[in-house]
């Protein structure tokens, strides 16, 4: 072994090793995040749906710590009751458009012919309007609700998906392992749960990973303009569009569940990147 290729796996071995620790750190601050959705009514100070008019607009400080809104009710537990509906949305979005997507993708992959022409110009058509203008208008037929926002949303997202596991199938179905595994008898539910799903894994992760932090935006996007979670429902958009005639006299209202979609996205943003690096073999060989 020559001295360049001791230095380049010298190299490789600390870019691997920061990459883990990086995973571990945003792991563990996802993980955080989610936690703190599960746990959310054992977590707040007070109750989220109390009013206490004596106590409306309060700034940030004392006892409310993030301050009140125009009703009294605590902020900081808003906030905190707030994740469990905008966190779950977001990944039960991610799981049900994963799952459709992957699915359709993997079908057409396999089969080909006409059905695969069928859906492939379906996801096309979806794909040719504005992601968001489509998830509105479907929003608004559904008259709105936080359920109605993430099957709005699902209309317009399991594209990507069906694209990426088609295109792995269709990759990964020539290999040799795959004719072997014919011959030997193995059934086509077989072959594909056994060996396409494996193979084709890593890239619908990333990409899953990835849109965690891009639903919530989406969603709370949604419920800002009134098509998703209601009042008096604790949703970070739903909060920041009661809040948002009252930015200039109590900026406290708004900014507060704004700068927890802000932390939540980033946390994922980034939990999605190192997991990308990770499982990308062509991050793992810089």
């Known amino acids: 072994m020559t ?17 883990k620790r990086k995973m571990i750190v945003f792991g563990a601050l996802a993980a955080g995040v989610i936690l703190t959705a599960v746990f959310a009514p054992y977590l ?11 106590n409306a607009l309060l700034p940030p ?48 992959g396999c ?20 992601g968001m203008v489509f998830a509105i208008a479907v929003a608004s037929v559904m008259s709105g609700g936080i359920l109605n926002a993430v099957a709005a949303l699902a209309c317009i997202s399991w594209p990507k998906y069906a694209r ?12 040799p392992f795959i004719a072997a595994a014919k011959l030997s008898g193995s059934g086509t539910f077989q072959i594909i749960f056994k060996h396409i799903v494996p193979n084709i894994a890593g890239p619908i992760v990333v990409t899953a990973v990835l849109d965690i932090g891009t639903m919530i935006m989406e969603i709370a996007g949604l419920s800002f303009l009134g098509l998703g979670a ?17 930015l200039q006299t109590s900026p406290w209202v708004i900014l507060a569940p704004g700068a927890a979609i802000f932390l939540s996205v980033m ?20």
């Open 3 to 19: 001295e360049e290729q001791k230095r380049t796996m010298r190299k490789r071995k600390v870019v691997k090793d920061r990459t």
């Open 111 to 130: 089969h080909g012919g006409k059905p695969d022409s069928f859906l492939m110009r379906l996801s096309d058509i979806f794909l040719a309007f504005p």
């Open 164 to 175: 990426i596991a088609r295109s792995q199938v269709m990759s990964v179905k020539t290999m």
């Open 230 to 246: 209601t009042p008096p429902t604790a949703e970070w958009g739903s909060m920041m569009s009661n809040g948002r005639s009252m």
């Open 61 to 108: 400080g004392g006892a409310h710590l993030l301050g009140t809104d125009r009703y009294g009710r605590d902020m900081l537990s808003r906030v905190i009751m707030g994740s469990q509906s905008t966190i779950f949305s977001a990944l039960l979005l991610v799981a049900v458009i994963t799952v459709i997507g992957s699915a359709v993708g993997i079908f057409c």
């Open 267 to 286: 946390i994922f943003n980034l939990a999605g990147d190192t997991v990308r690096d990770l499982l990308d073999p062509r991050q793992r060989g810089r």
């Open 44 to 54: 707040v100070p007070y109750d989220p749906y109390e009013q206490d008019l004596g």
